[in-house]
């Protein structure tokens, strides 16, 4: 699996692997998603574009989660595929395709409404595999 959930007590603090830094950031979009709805009854029927700038990578995690809950709760577009492309320059830079549809939450089952990412226990260990660690506050 490349996503789980680790023990907390009133929020979902998730563990993400890859074996590159853009699948585990791939892997993360997934389980934010898989967080609000039941992903699985999600289908790829458009496409949107999220580009992402930061200084670091925790910083650049932190706007990819909340850009994906952005996405999903205020848009009302579910992702299913996420496609991620990472570069560094004198920044960071992140190009995204997320595959899905608009959210309907009676077909898409929804789960619960995830408030915002944090800093808090944030952990991006750039190795191989890839592991990062987060908390999204519910």
Not at 6 to 32: P, R, Y
Not at 96 to 114: D, L, Q, T
């Amino acid at each position: 699996m490349a996503y789980r959930y680790l023990d907390h007590m009133t929020d979902a603090f998730i563990e993400v692997t890859g074996d590159t830094i853009d699948e585990a950031f791939e892997n993360a979009g997934i389980s934010v998603v898989d967080t609000i709805v039941d992903i699985k009854l999600v289908e790829n029927k458009e496409d949107r574009e999220i580009r992402l700038y930061a200084d670091d990578l925790k910083s650049l995690l932190y706007s990819w989660l909340e850009e994906i809950i952005i996405l999903t709760i205020t848009d009302g577009f579910v992702g299913k595929i996420f496609h991620v492309k990472i570069t560094k320059n004198d920044r960071y830079h992140l190009l995204a395709k997320v595959s899905g549809e608009e959210i309907n939450f009676e077909r898409h089952h929804f789960k619960m409404e995830i408030k915002a990412p944090t800093y808090h226990l944030m952990e991006i260990k750039d190795e191989k595999p890839v592991l990062m660690q987060f908390i999204l506050d519910l």
